[in-house]
T-cell receptor
Framework: DGGITQSPKYLFRKEGQNVTLSCEQNLNHDAMYWYRQDPGQGLRLIYYSQIVNDFQKGDIAEGYSVSREKKESFPLTVTSAQKNPTAFYLC?????????????FGPGTRLTVL | DAKTTQPPSMDCAEGRAANLPCNHSTISGNEYVYWYRQIHSQGPQYIIHGLKNNETNEMASLIITEDRKSSTLILPHATLRDTAVYYCIVRVENDYKLSFGAGTTVTVRA
């Protein structure tokens, strides 16, 4: 089945630790995205990438880092510099070069920092 | 991107049509209207999009006013599984970013 996988579904970390969230897609999409969602709020864009080895900051990139070494993978690292990391993190992907752009989302990772 | 305004919540009876309004009075000529929905604790799901003509697919219909300043998403026969947060998003053609607001929480009741 084609789709986007995120692991793990739930993640707990101690304050001050870096943590990496996984995102893999087998849809052959060029673009990938990371969003953060806080309770009762909409999604906010953290980083996005349109091509391997290239990525751009979104609206709330501070305290986060990403890499795009493979087309299929776009891991997100939540660093200790992120002041309030507890949130629901969503990864998405889309094709490029079309008039409209439907983003396909993964199931999300719920991160809790203790 | 133009800002959108949606009611925070609405209820709908199962089997009836659900009409979800969205105001986007500052929309530009090259901006599309998109609708996504998010079922609790899941990733958002694309529903439909349009520029100026009304659109229909297997999930919903999108009605855009002639001046394009507002639109309505119609779920023709709402089911309990349609309970979700519905997001109306306005985006420039070929812009790869989506800006999600708080959306409308739709509760379908039996």
């Amino acid at each position: 089945d084609g789709g986007i996988t995120q692991s793990p579904k739930y993640l707990f970390r101690k304050e001050g630790q870096n943590v990496t969230l996984s995102c893999e897609q087998n849809l052959n999409h060029d673009a990938m995205y990371w969003y953060r969602q806080d309770p009762g709020q909409g999604l906010r864009l953290i980083y996005y990438s349109q091509i391997v080895n290239d990525f751009q900051k979104g609206d709330i990139a501070e305290g986060y880092s990403v890499s795009r070494e493979k087309k299929e993978s776009f891991p997100l690292t939540v660093t200790s510099a992120q002041k309030n990391p507890t949130a629901f993190y969503l990864c998405a992907s889309s094709i490029l070069g079309v008039t409209y752009n439907e983003q396909f989302f993964g199931p999300g990772t719920r991160l809790t920092v203790l | 991107d133009a800002k959108t305004t949606q009611p925070p919540s609405m209820d709908c009876a199962e089997g009836r049509a659900a009409n979800l309004p969205c105001n986007h009075s500052t929309i530009s000529g090259n901006e599309y209207v998109y609708w996504y929905r998010q079922i609790h604790s899941q990733g958002p799901q694309y529903i439909i999009h349009g520029l100026k003509n009304n659109e229909t697919n297997e999930m919903a219909s999108l009605i855009i006013t002639e001046d394009r300043k507002s639109s309505t998403l119609i779920l023709p026969h709402a089911t309990l599984r349609d309970t979700a947060v519905y997001y109306c998003i306005v985006r420039v053609e070929n812009d790869y970013k989506l800006s999600f607001g708080a959306g409308t929480t739709v509760t379908v009741r039996a």
